[in-house]
């Protein structure tokens, strides 16, 4: 195996087991390094610090394993069955659940994969090159997970690796084959594309926060921003809202909403989807008609370039919320940008608030579920922010 050696003084973030080692950290590099290579990184003296894959980029290698011993030969079947005892304690295998994250990266020491289970099927995301060429045997290792009952693999990294890198990933079954797309949360029936729909079909990030949705819901008139799937949407319905209205620029998205309202709740006159910007409706939509609205934007930060500007977003979205609420309205509102911290997201939605002159209180202080941990020496896989405000 190919080694790495870093500069004096860089291995402190490694022995604190942090999964990233960045480029300005090397000191030198083997002529011949493939990208998505397995390699031995090494202290300026000589020590072993971890194994992990190379890559071109600022984030040069993403370790698997610390010290100086050699990755186990079954490495992938250890860690998703660790990854799915995991998920077992948690409670979320159940008849009433079948859909949840097995592999959230470096949350569960797999830095660069990502898995969502719909059902039988799981689909596998490479974020890095060298999960990429593994998938074939990261496909295999969750088949022999007796218990998780998988049975087809679908692989979608088109759009999740380094475009850099060449690879010319395809999207495509590695193991199976399309049986069916219903997928059970928490008792409601949800189609999930993961075939063309964004990032692995369903944002089973918000399971949680959905299911408290359900419970302020009753008799309220609920606006669903950004809809997609319309997750939070069914949740409102059988919370006994009196009105639902889903809003997605995208027309295949509100389809989509339209096919999972169908799903639970057939024949229901109580939801309504609308096909347009979600800004245009704001600004137009009627004042003091809803009195729960749901703000779970697309990340407005994807990067740290764009996090002036994301933050403008943010505090434009939130503040036309804030003007457009009923008195005694509850607010729901998000960011999944990773570089967006909790502190700035606050700041943005407290600005949007004084801004607006209104009353508000923070009920509830939100972030992802335990299927999509966080490792304690990686903090930058916290990412999803959520708060919901009580608004007079």
């Not at 380094?162 to 193991?175: E, G, S, T």
């Not at 990032?199 to 997609?228: I, P, S």
């Not at 137009?284 to 764009?306: Q, T, V």
Request: charged share 25%; net charge positive; hydrophobic share 40%.
């Amino acid at each position: 195996m190919k080694t790495i050696k870093l500069k004096p003084k860089k291995e402190e973030s490694i022995l604190r087991h942090h999964p990233w080692v960045f480029s300005g950290a090397i000191a030198t590099l083997p002529n011949d390094l493939e990208e998505g290579e397995l390699v031995k990184v090494l202290s300026a003296d000589g020590r072993t610090l971890g194994i992990g894959h190379f890559q071109i980029g600022s984030i040069a290698v993403r370790l698997l394993q610390f010290g100086d011993k050699d990755l186990p030969e079954d490495f992938f079947r250890q860690r998703l069955d660790a990854a799915f005892r995991l998920r077992q304690a948690l409670g979320l295998i159940r008849p009433d659940n079948n859909c949840y994250r097995l592999v959230h990266g470096e949350g569960d020491f797999l830095p660069g994969l990502v898995i969502d289970i719909y059902g039988d099927t799981a689909v596998l995301q490479a974020h890095s090159p060298g999960m990429h060429y593994e998938r074939m045997r990261i496909a295999r290792a969750l088949t022999e997970i007796p218990e998780a009952r998988i049975r087809n693999v679908y692989y979608k990294s088109e759009t999740t690796l380094p475009y850099k890198a060449r690879l010319d990933p395809q999207n495509d079954y590695l193991i199976g084959k399309f049986d069916g797309n219903i997928a059970i949360e928490n008792g409601l029936k949800f189609n999930i594309d993961w075939l063309k729909g964004q990032k692995t079909g369903f944002f089973v990030d918000q399971r949680e926060n959905r299911a408290l949705l359900e419970k302020f819901a009753h008799g309220r008139n609920v606006l669903n921003m950004f809809c997609y799937t319309g997750g939070f949407s069914v949740y409102a319905m059988r919370g006994g809202a009196a009105q639902v209205d889903s809003v997605d620029s995208s027309a295949k998205a509100a389809a989509l909403t339209d096919a999972n309202i169908e799903l639970n709740f057939p024949g229901n006159p109580r939801h309504k989807t609308h096909a347009v910007d979600a800004f245009k409706f704001l600004a137009e939509m009627e004042k003091d008609k809803y009195d729960l609205i749901i703000l779970d934007p697309p990340a407005f930060a994807k990067h740290r370039s764009a996090l002036k500007n994301g933050l403008i977003g943010y505090r434009k979205l939130n503040a036309k919320a804030f003007e457009k609420i009923k008195s005694g309205g509850i607010l729901f509102t998000f960011s999944c940008s990773q570089v967006v911290t909790r502190e700035m997201f606050r700041l943005a939605v407290f600005t949007a608030a004084s801004q607006s002159g209104r009353k508000v209180r923070i009920l509830h202080q939100l972030t992802q579920p335990a299927d999509h941990p966080v490792d304690i020496s990686h903090p930058e896989g916290e990412y999803l922010k959520g708060l919901v405000l009580y608004v007079e």
